[in-house]
């Protein structure tokens, strides 16, 4: 990246941070005192945030304030830090009750981000940072995830070829991997063995928002030698009950989500 491109993207930041005065909206010639920028610059960089939808122009005053999708981004840090909360006392639990690594897991494009995550007291465990990125196709938090996407998405999802192959294990086939997907959204949870990383299991479930929507997944995870079918299974129960208290500290309930649209399943 260009110094002049940094330039460019510092300015942008520095534009959209003047909204913050809360003002109903700004004009070209105010931003552009206030940043210290031609007025030219200004309105280069404000035609390309109208376009990108992060601000738009009053047409009545042709003044400028944020644009919807700020709204949105602001609304999806806001899902970040209440999911964080809200996950916290139930991950130490859950850790408890299984003795096992628990996670919550986020969907960013094809893949699953780890935002929280507790270790477990074995001294044989899976290391796995928060923060870290992995495949979505080959870990249970992913398939819960992509589960619980609309059907154009998943479909859009399978028609990209992401499904890369990790091991011997992993699913490749979107056919299979669709069929799973059935499989997860019906029974409430997902596995993954030896899919990621041989000697590796998982098992997920699903996280919802006030509306119903599927958020994030929570998850947990150890080798294979000690989290074989029958454990995983017995697991399963513990964790699908403490993905639903999760999303009832979200504000979800079956009762109050019934009645309301639904946002991304379909």
């Known amino acids: 990246m260009t110094d002049a491109t940094l330039s460019t993207v ?32 200004v309105h280069r960089l404000l035609s390309t945030l109208v ?14 304030r944020l644009g919807i999708v700020m709204f949105e981004l602001g609304e ?18 859950l850790r408890e009750q299984t003795g096992e690594s628990s996670q919550v897991g986020v969907l960013d494009g094809d893949e699953v981000v780890y935002v929280d995550r507790l270790e477990s007291a074995h001294s044989l465990r899976l290391f796995t940072e928060t923060g870290r990125r992995v495949p979505a196709h080959c870990t ?57 990383e041989v000697g590796v299991a998982s098992i997920a479930a699903p996280i919802r928002d006030i509306r119903g929507d599927v958020v994030a997944a929570l998850s947990i995870g150890a080798p294979v030698a000690r989290f074989g079918a029958v454990p ?35």
């Open 10 to 41: 510092r300015n942008a930041a520095r534009l959209l941070k003047a909204f913050l005065t809360r003002e109903e909206s700004l004009g070209v010639s105010e931003l552009a005192r206030r940043l210290g920028l031609g007025k030219s610059n």
């Open 51 to 64: 376009a990108e939808g992060l601000v738009e122009q009053d047409a009545r005053t042709g003044g400028y």
């Open 76 to 93: 999806a840090v806001k899902v970040h830090l209440d999911l964080h909360a809200a996950a916290g006392p139930v991950l130490a639990h």
């Open 140 to 196: 249970s938090s992913g398939k819960v995830l992509l589960a619980h996407r609309s059907d154009a998405e998943r479909e859009a999802y399978l028609a990209r070829g992401a499904l890369t192959r990790l091991t011997p294990h992993t699913i490749t086939d979107p056919a299979v991997l669709r069929d799973e997907l059935v499989t997860v959204r019906a029974r409430g949870w997902a596995e993954a063995i030896n899919e990621r």
């Open 232 to 266: 995983r299974r017995r697991h399963a129960r513990a964790l699908v009950e403490a993905g639903e208290a999760v999303s009832r500290r979200l504000g979800w309930s079956p009762e109050s989500t019934a009645t309301l649209p639904r946002g991304r399943e379909a």
